[in-house]
């Protein structure tokens, strides 16, 4: 009885197989089909959001019958969502997705042309069978049609005979187009685009620079183009040239010179920017220091407080020194701001110390605290720039910004004549961001800073968290101090990952002397933060690979 009732439960089992392998597709399959189904309907939807969402999951079932005509149908919907899913899901198929698009490039609604054109360019070289028409969408009335279509021909090697022959068009639209749709790198594109910087067009030229501030990482190519475009009758035109010199950084005397010209365009905002600009290059524009200091009395404020920052920077202290006194007189505080940090220099004569120190004194909390900054940059060689700042961080001010500029600037002073004290008063100071900077500037002065240990460990535990974080670095930079370490193992338990990874990272910079945070560390080794876990495995090895090692044993 036992044999039969096996042999019926196997001769069950081999019915349900043999009829599972001749009854249709696998349960998987007619499930795969029927969410396809629901997807199509859902591209009905009178909702464009659900319409637009089935699009783009129908993209992972473009092999399903049904859903290549139902994506190229919603490439028509009066919304444009739905059109731009569409064209991404098409965009993924294949020869015939480009066919789809070309001839839907020929539609009536600009907006469902641009879609088609956006899509080939997703397609990149696999919409070489739609080259013609894309040619043809060259001249499409709407704008970013012809941008999608060029630069879609860009990317088909087939057609980069025809894509470079469109740059010599007749018709500054497709000119436009194609400039714009340049690859960003190939010596032949730089030479395409300094000859379009030439272009009797303003959008040509507009677009002939835009593609040259792409390819900046080669300035020897793209300074000459650009210098040309800095004269250009458009001021748009200069406008975009300045933005793109000043991504080059290249104090080169033809960029210098190109720039120097525009001090005197009749723009006030380019004047504004070529100040701007020659101030980010530093000594290199010193030629142009005479046109500098004309600026620092041009009717334009903007004009004037760029200039004051660019005579600081650009300009011996010979030379920008007097003509930056004579700035700090101007009515408007921003360009005294920028003409007293103008004169923070390590080489700065007593005259030029004494106008700094005054402007301590400024009405406008902005002068005075780039005043405090300009004394950190003169350096402790000068006893009064130190006592100012020191005076200044003990609550000399009653602005917390210039009290937290002061802090920093100690930083540059070292341990020296009583800052490392005037800090650690900083630490108990009202305002949580002068407290901050404090933290960070002890950081920066290390173990020279000891003498702030205790203060520091009366800050570790501040609130908010990102106060403990610059104690944390602070008491990693000092070293193994009495206290230290004890409490960083403590704050290794703080609710905030951060404070956390700060305090692993601190015991690492201790090193060996941190030893007894080796089995809080290991610990560490499981917190739920990876960065904390991997700052921990650097304390670790930094903590072990400088441990003393015990003496080795004597041979006998």
Not at 39 to 62: H, M, P, W, Y
Not at 188 to 213: C, H, I, Q, T
Not at 428 to 436: C, E, P, T
Not at 517 to 533: C, F, G, I, Q, Y
Request: net charge neutral.
């Amino acid at each position: 009885m036992r044999t039969l009732a096996c042999l019926a439960i196997l001769t069950g089992l081999l019915a349900q197989m043999h009829f599972a392998a001749y009854a249709g597709e696998p349960p998987e399959a007619e499930a795969r089909k029927k969410r396809v189904a629901e997807l199509i309907a859902q591209l009905n939807d009178k909702d464009c959001s659900v319409r637009g969402k089935a699009a783009e999951v129908l993209g992972n079932f473009t092999s399903e019958e049904g859903v290549f005509p139902a994506l190229v149908k919603l490439l028509h919907d009066p919304d444009s969502w739905p059109r731009s899913k569409a064209a991404a899901s098409l965009s993924g198929m294949g020869p015939e997705a480009a066919k789809a698009f070309a001839e839907t490039l020929q539609d009536k609604s600009p907006g469902v042309r641009e879609m088609a054109a956006l899509g080939l360019c997703w397609m990149a070289e696999r919409a070489a069978p739609a080259k013609d028409a894309l040619l043809k969408a060259l001249e499409d009335e709407n704008a970013r049609a012809r941008d999608h279509a060029a630069v879609s021909l860009a990317r088909i090697p087939q057609a980069k005979q025809e894509f470079l022959k469109a740059f010599s068009d007749p018709r500054v639209t497709v000119r436009a187009a194609i400039t714009r749709a340049l690859p960003d790198s190939g010596e032949e594109n730089y030479g395409l685009l300094a000859k379009a910087v030439s272009d009797p067009e303003v959008s040509v030229r507009m677009a002939a620079v835009g593609g040259l501030s792409r390819l900046v990482e080669d300035a020897d190519l793209v300074i000459p183009p650009l210098v040309t475009a800095l004269g250009d009758a458009d001021k748009g035109v200069r406008v975009a040239a300045m933005a793109a010199i000043g991504q080059v950084k290249q104090g080169s005397p033809e960029v210098i010179e190109g720039v120097r010209k525009l001090l005197a365009d009749p723009d006030a905002g380019l004047r504004a920017a070529a100040a701007g600009s020659l101030a980010g290059m530093g000594a290199k524009a010193a030629t142009a220091g005479a046109d500098l200091i004309k600026a620092l009395s041009d009717e334009n404020q903007m004009v004037r407080e760029a200039a004051a920052y660019a005579v600081g920077t650009a300009c011996p202290t010979r030379e920008s020194a007097p003509a930056l006194l004579k700035a700090l007189q101007d009515k408007e505080y921003k360009v005294r701001a920028m003409a007293v940090l103008g004169m923070g220099k390590p080489d700065a004569g007593p005259e030029a110390v004494a106008a700094i120190l005054g402007s301590l004194k400024d009405e406008w909390s902005d002068v005075r605290r780039r005043a405090a900054t300009a004394l950190g940059v003169v350096g402790p060689k000068n006893e009064a720039a130190t006592a100012a700042l020191v005076a200044l961080v003990e609550g000399g001010d009653k602005s917390s910004e210039v009290r937290q500029a002061a802090a920093d600037a100690l930083h540059r002073f070292g341990g020296e004549k009583g800052t490392v004290q005037a800090l650690a008063k900083a630490l108990k100071d009202r305002d949580l961001h002068v407290r901050s900077m404090t933290a960070w500037s002890l950081a920066r002065i290390g173990p020279q800073a000891r003498e702030a240990t205790g203060a520091l460990l009366a800050a570790i535990d501040e609130e908010p968290a990102w106060v403990r974080l610059s104690v944390m670095n602070a008491l990693g930079a000092i070293g193994a101090e009495k206290g230290v370490v004890p409490a960083l193992i403590k704050a290794l338990g703080d609710k905030e990952w951060e404070v956390r990874e700060r305090a692993c990272g601190a015991l690492g910079r201790i090193g060996g002397p941190a030893a007894e945070a080796l089995p809080a560390l290991e610990k560490a080794l499981t917190d739920e933060s990876a960065e904390v876990r991997k700052l921990a495995a650097y304390a670790i090895g930094k903590i072990k690979s400088q441990r003393p090692r015990p003496p080795e044993p004597e041979v006998f």
